[in-house]
């Protein structure tokens, strides 16, 4: 127990004393216009209470990915909350606080395009492709997660309502509305409830877990990982036999580090009226759903009275979907379990949403579209048509992807931060070592995965590492010429 209060306590503080130091390197000037005051026109600039702002990018971002990514990585251990913890305060919130920034002060443009002006069309080139292919990834994963959630609730059992595709379907027209109505019509009018929801049920789990949970962590559970019999736990199998590096970390990225989050950003930086709520917003959004996935890690590693076997088992039968299942009816009745689910299964839809809505705001700035009606049906019938279609591929194959690109847009975002940085002459070493971090881990992966070049893991994670040390090196001979 006490493990898990450091752990929210490490987030907080993060957000107290290090998200002001981070602040200062960003250049936030609250006596300029906005894109939203400059650019008003009712669809996407719109303005936005701070607080509605707040929630809206807090449900954006977290979707599913802080709930299913923490139960998949509590297969490694208590190690799963280290990474969540130190992962978002020092990588993922600054990841996201910086995308805010630098779409803001870009005309609240897309990534790829603020990618163009910093680097060259290339690297813009490069971040459109992984961009489009992760909000994509992103919205048919958030289709096929929630239909299966709802479509084995038990209360529809024997009807319409159990029937997968029928929830594919719905989801999908919701998904038609929301990419096409001005943003004020659905979006901040309704997510800022379902943030509060999602506030609401993490805290019910949290609290009941910490009252009675069968395996709460403690401080041995951490020394005993890093004994030395067990110290190779590091670089060998977990219990599913997959190595924590870089698997972990490409398991877990929602809650830790996710370049997901960097795609959602131009929605609130259209609509925020000044930029001293930069901060708040995306800073405090990315610290609020670590503690969701500080919460729901906690749930696989605790709340299962014979242990990691009982987690592996559930996973292996039904998926996160059916631990959550789990949970949510153990530990908060039928009524809580049944608002539990369907929680969960709301707030994968409101980011699927909103990624096939930055979808679209993605090839528009990319190609300079007029925002008419006529040209944003053009782009959303083909989009959610090849997306019903991508449903019917194996769930599992679809994530793996989405993981993949999730952590390499992350990595690309962080180096556009550095740039950013440096342009400025300010303390680069806060993005730029989290880079360096990241980037070891996607290329660890991409070699040694069998969707990338597959290598052995004796061969593909030094390859990674050796990577890393030469972008560092680089990296501190650009800080030297800068300097001069």
């Known amino acids: 127990m006490l493990i898990f209060f450091i752990c929210i306590t490490i987030l907080i503080l ?3 004393f290090y998200s002001p130091f981070v602040e200062k390197q960003a250049g936030i000037d609250p006596t300029i ?5 400059r650019f008003n026109e009712g669809v996407d600039y719109v303005a936005v209470h701070p607080v ?4 809206i990018q807090f449900l954006n971002i977290a979707g599913i990915g802080p709930i299913f990514g923490p139960i998949l990585g509590a297969l490694y251990g208590p190690i799963a909350l280290v990474w969540i913890v130190l992962g978002n305060v020092l990588g993922g919130a600054v990841h996201d606080f910086f995308s805010g920034v630098m779409s803001i002060k870009e005309d609240g443009k897309s990534l790829p395009e603020i990618a163009g002006s910093y680097y060259n069309v290339v690297f813009k080139g490069f971040m459109l492709v992984f961009t489009a292919m992760l909000l994509f990834f992103v919205g048919v994963v958030f289709i096929m997660s929630p239909a299966g959630l709802f479509s084995h609730l038990d209360i529809f059992e024997g009807t319409i309502f159990a029937n997968n595709t029928f929830w594919v ?3 999908l027209s919701y998904y038609f509305l929301a990419t096409l109505l001005p943003i004020d019509k659905i979006i901040t009018k309704f997510y800022p409830i379902f943030g509060l929801l999602m506030i609401v049920m993490t805290t019910l ?7 009675d949970a069968p395996h709460l962590p403690v401080a041995g559970d951490f020394l005993a990982y890093f004994e030395a019999d067990h110290a190779h736990d590091f670089l060998e199998p977990n219990p599913d036999g997959l190595p924590t590096w870089p698997l972990l970390f ?6 830790a580090i996710s370049g997901f989050h960097s795609t959602q950003a131009p929605i609130m930086a259209r609509c925020l009226t000044n930029e001293k709520y930069v901060r708040p917003v995306y800073y405090g959004a990315m610290i609020s759903e670590g503690i969701v996935g500080c919460v729901w890690a906690l749930a696989g590693i605790a709340a299962f009275p014979d242990g990691y076997a009982g987690l592996k088992a559930l996973l292996d039968s039904g998926g996160p979907g059916l631990v959550v299942n789990h949970v949510a009816n153990s530990y908060l009745g039928t009524i809580g379990g049944v608002m539990s689910i369907i929680a969960v299964a ?3 839809i409101t980011s699927g949403d909103t990624a096939f809505r930055s979808l679209r705001l993605t090839i528009v700035d990319a190609f300079n579209i007029p925002q008419s009606i006529r040209n944003r049906l053009l782009l959303a019938v083909p989009i959610l048509t090849i997306a019903y279609f991508m449903t019917k591929l194996d769930f ?9 690109s999730n952590m390499l847009l992350s990595t690309s975002v962080l180096w556009l931060a550095t740039k950013y940085l440096f342009d400025r002459k300010a303390f680069h070493w806060i993005t730029s070592i989290p880079a360096v971090i990241t980037t070891a881990v996607t290329i660890s992966y991409i070699m040694t995965a069998p969707i990338g070049i597959n290598l052995s893991s004796d061969l593909g994670k030094p390859i990674g590492a050796v990577v890393a040390v030469i972008v560092f090196i680089l990296v501190v001979i650009a800080d030297a010429k800068n300097k001069k």
Not at 52 to 55: I, K, N, P, T, Y
Not at 396 to 404: E, K, L, N, P
Request: proline share 5%.
């Open 396 to 404: 599992s194959v679809i994530w793996r992807y989405f993981a993949f």
């Open 52 to 55: 509605r702002a707040f929630l």
């Open 169 to 171: 379907l719905a989801i």
């Open 250 to 255: 490409i398991t877990i990225t929602c809650g």
């Open 14 to 16: 993060g957000y107290k």
């Open 346 to 348: 709301v707030f994968p």
């Open 205 to 211: 789990i949290g609290g009941a877990l910490l009252m």
């Open 33 to 37: 216009d906005t894109p939203q005051k």
